[in-house]
């Protein structure tokens, strides 16, 4: 990130993000869906494995392959829920870069998500490859998962703000949210696409097998600065301050009435709960 954009960031004043995401909250409980967090990642992997059918956790929020950097205190779960269904799945993790000078690509494979290399040569990673993220502090998002019968409706794109939200929230110090997808992700359109991740860029970064997955991969680190967002999400808010909405939200989707007068209460309040949390050593 360069100077300019890190002024450019600290200018943007946070004060309207709890505004906006009561709005986020208020659409997915205008079609009686909740939000369960969860800071423990063996209870998002196990829901992760029952619901999306996959067959795998995602390698990133797996504690076995994470003992070091993984932790209650820097990992967020979220499943949208439907009556006792698991709708929807996302986890983010806050990763520390210590070296300077580097690019994503370069620090993926080094380890920055996780230690087991999953069929991963070092030659399959493309160098140079990404945003300088050197002595950064960067958001990780992955797990995005929406059951098939509830795609098209933007679930995804407002159960990632809701994440992001938080996470920016707890962790004023990040500045860069990141992902990574595989290439029939990328040519879905729905990485740069508002409604889904809306990142504002991607770039390749590995190409090789994945014994992850079974397959050769073409894998693309996708990312917003945080400042990028924050940006977007404040015109987004405007829009509902005057009555309006996003252009990417559908238009039979329920807006929060008369939220910026502070007079107004929904007839349902939105939904957000936590789990549990298990004891968990400090690292």
């Known amino acids: 990130m360069t100077k300019q954009a890190q002024t450019s960031a600290a200018r943007i004043d946070r004060s309207f993000l709890q ?13 009686k869906l909740r939000v369960v967090t969860t800071t423990e990642p063996d209870t998002f992997n196990e829901a992760y494995l029952k619901w999306t059918g996959m067959g795998y956790t995602q390698a990133p929020f797996t504690p076995e392959h994470n003992r070091e950097t993984l932790s209650n ?30 690019k994503l690509s370069d620090a993926l494979r080094q380890g ?4 087991a290399s999953y069929g991963l040569v070092e030659s399959d990673w493309v160098p140079d490859a990404g945003p300088e993220v050197g002595n950064q502090t960067l958001g990780y998002f992955g797990g995005g998962w929406v059951h098939p019968n509830w795609r098209g409706a933007a679930f ?8 992001l939200i938080q996470t920016i929230t707890r962790f004023p110090a990040i500045t860069n949210m990141f992902g990574m997808v595989t290439d029939p992700v990328m040519k879905s359109g729905m990485v740069m696409n508002p409604a889904g991740w809306g990142c504002t860029d991607a770039e390749l970064v590995c190409k090789g097998f994945l014994s992850l997955t079974g397959k050769f991969e073409h894998l693309y680190g996708v990312w917003s600065s945080v400042e990028d967002l924050l940006a977007m999400y404040k015109d987004e808010h405007d829009r509902y301050e005057a009555g309006g909405r996003p252009a990417w939200l559908p238009g039979d989707t ?3 009435p ?10 349902a309040k939105p939904s957000t709960e936590s789990t549990p949390d298990k004891e968990r050593p400090s690292r």
């Open 112 to 115: 920055l998500l996780f230690s």
């Open 156 to 163: 995804g794109g407002l159960l990632l703000r809701v994440a």
């Open 254 to 256: 329920p807006i929060l």
């Open 258 to 267: 008369a939220l910026w007068g502070g007079t107004a209460e929904p007839s």
């Open 73 to 102: 205190r820097n990992f967020i779960g979220l499943t949208l829920v439907s009556g006792a269904e698991v709708i929807a799945t996302l986890a983010g993790r806050v990763v520390q870069v210590a070296q300077s000078d580097i």
């Open 19 to 31: 505004a906006y995401l009561r709005h986020q909250l208020w659409h997915l409980t205008a079609h």
